[in-house]
T-cell receptor, first 114, second 115 residues
Framework: AQKITQTQPGMFVQEKEAVTLDCTYDTSDPSYGLFWYKQPSSGEMIFLIYQGSYDQQNATEGRYSLNFQKARKSANLVISASQLGDSAMYFCAMERSGGFKTIFGAGTRLFVKA | GAVVSQHPSRVICKSGTSVKIECRSLDFQATTMFWYRQFPKQSLMLMATSNEGSKATYEQGVEKDKFLINHASLTLSTLTVTSAHPEDSSFYIC???????????FGPGTRLTVT
């Protein structure tokens, strides 16, 4: 069975500093995709970044990067130069390639302090 | 970019009544749409997967007779909560996929309150 684990219910970071949100996963599928989404208080799910299991390089999207360690089954999200607008809930998610069904972790609430 | 809309954004209904939530892909055709449920301070839980023209596939523990899903066209899926009860109060989110690539486009969600 597939599983996503986010062990940090809440995180604080000072504005302009970097922060790492942890995510570990469990799957027996050889091909899968890993995602990070941001959910502000409005409720909308905002796609941040994607990493395929066969991608050799870590994904990056602007201030977001995904630290993918396949052997350790971890896919941590790194946000550089945090901004006040980054305060939100962050979800790590996984899906089996071609399977389309996505499972989500419990989420980490990030608070950015001025 | 691809846009998914949901209507209504908020709805309050009385216990025992039914409420319909619409999910539309505005600028693309969605071969597959998903319905999620999110309780306060919790994660998204997949309720069902719907493909255009076929019956929805429900996740274990989701009552198909209570949560009726119809995917009548490539741009519209509806979720009807029948005989709603206060415990059905939740945030319902739909998403859509084109069938190509990994992108999943989420709607803004519908907050249902059953009194």
């Amino acid at each position: 069975a597939q599983k996503i684990t986010q062990t940090q219910p809440g995180m604080f970071v000072q504005e302009k500093e970097a922060v790492t949100l942890d995510c570990t996963y469990d799957t027996s599928d050889p091909s899968y995709g890993l995602f990070w989404y941001k959910q502000p208080s409005s409720g909308e799910m905002i796609f941040l970044i994607y990493q395929g299991s066969y991608d050799q390089q870590n994904a990056t999207e602007g201030r977001y990067s995904l630290n993918f360690q396949k052997a350790r089954k971890s896919a941590n999200l790194v946000i550089s130069a945090s901004q006040l607008g980054d305060s939100a809930m962050y979800f790590c998610a996984m899906e089996r390639s071609g399977g389309f069904k996505t499972i989500f972790g419990a989420g980490t609430r990030l608070f950015v302090k001025a | 970019g691809a846009v998914v809309s949901q209507h209504p954004s908020r709805v309050i209904c009385k216990s025992g009544t039914s409420v319909k939530i619409e999910c539309r892909s505005l600028d693309f055709q969605a071969t597959t749409m998903f319905w999620y449920r999110q309780f306060p301070k919790q994660s998204l839980m997949l309720m069902a997967t719907s493909n255009e023209g076929s019956k929805a596939t429900y996740e274990q523990g989701v009552e198909k007779d209570k949560f009726l899903i119809n995917h009548a066209s490539l741009t519209l899926s509806t979720l009807t909560v029948t005989s709603a009860h206060p415990e059905d109060s939740s945030f319902y989110i739909c998403s859509a996929r084109t069938g190509q690539g990994y992108e999943q486009y989420f709607g803004p969600g519908t907050r249902l309150t059953v009194t």
